[in-house]
T-cell receptor, first 111, second 110 residues
Framework: SQTIHQWPATLVQPVGSPLSLECTVE??????LYWYRQAAGRGLQLLFY??????ISSEVPQNLSASRPQDRQFILSSKKLLLSDSGFYLC??????????FGDGTRLSIL | DAKTTQPTSMDCAEGRAANLPCNHS???????VYWYRQIHSQGPQYIIH???NNETNEMASLIITEDRKSSTLILPHATLRDTAVYYC???????????FGQGTRLTINP
């Protein structure tokens, strides 16, 4: 069966520091991969998605970037974090006719 | 994607059926109805989806009206662990983006 892993589960970072969140999927090949963000008290917002290695589509302009160095690995990065980058970051995958499935998320707090 | 309207909150007694409504009056012919739920501090969990026929799986049943303008998610025997925010999402099959609204906060009471 397919599984998705995100880490870390929680992260506290100072303003201006870099960020790297990693997501990996097991048990499937060539999945579509997604990064969403959920700000406090708000709905999920799609940030990036990828349909293949090296292919990244950005949904909203922001301080973040995404990369897909391997088929089942999706990384969310920032060179300098802002206070507004705080939130709950969720990775998701989709393959073939299956619906999107989400990981357990990373709760990021910026101080 | 079509907009959905859900009640902000609902309560249900443990062991009873929980019926969560969703209005999607602007749904177009190629759009599906998806339901997800999010338990506090976890990622959204897929529940069920359908196009026009009623659907049932091990978690829930989905009833879609004949005109497809509304649907109801049914949890047949609610437990305390079903307390969560439930999201109704309408989107076409190949769409990359799931648009999450505010959902319905369902509380199961003992």
């Amino acid at each position: 069966s397919q599984t998705i892993h995100q880490w870390p589960a929680t992260l506290v970072q100072p303003v201006g520091s870099p960020l790297s969140l990693e997501c990996t999927v097991e048990g499937t090949s060539n999945p579509n991969l997604y990064w969403y963000r959920q700000a406090a008290g708000r709905g999920l917002q799609l940030l990036f998605y990828s349909v293949g290695i090296g292919q990244i589509s950005s949904e909203v302009p922001q301080n973040l970037s995404a990369s897909r160095p391997q088929d089942r690995q999706f990384i969310l990065s920032s060179k300098k974090l802002l206070l507004s980058d705080s939130g709950f970051y969720l990775c998701a995958w989709k393959s073939g006719e299956q619906p999107q499935h989400f990981g357990d998320g990373t709760r990021l707090s910026i101080l | 994607d079509a907009k959905t309207t859900q009640p902000t909150s609902m309560d249900c007694a443990e062991g009873r059926a929980a019926n969560l409504p969703c209005n999607h009056s602007t749904i177009s012919g190629n759009e599906y109805v998806y339901w997800y739920r999010q338990i506090h501090s976890q990622g959204p969990q897929y529940i069920i989806h359908g196009l026009k026929n009623n659907e049932t799986n091990e978690m829930a049943s989905l009833i879609i009206t004949e005109d497809r303008k509304s649907s109801t998610l049914i949890l047949p025997h609610a437990t305390l662990r079903d307390t969560a925010v439930y999201y109704c999402i309408v989107t076409s099959w190949g769409a990359q983006k799931l648009v999450f609204g505010q959902g319905t906060r369902l509380t199961i009471n003992p």
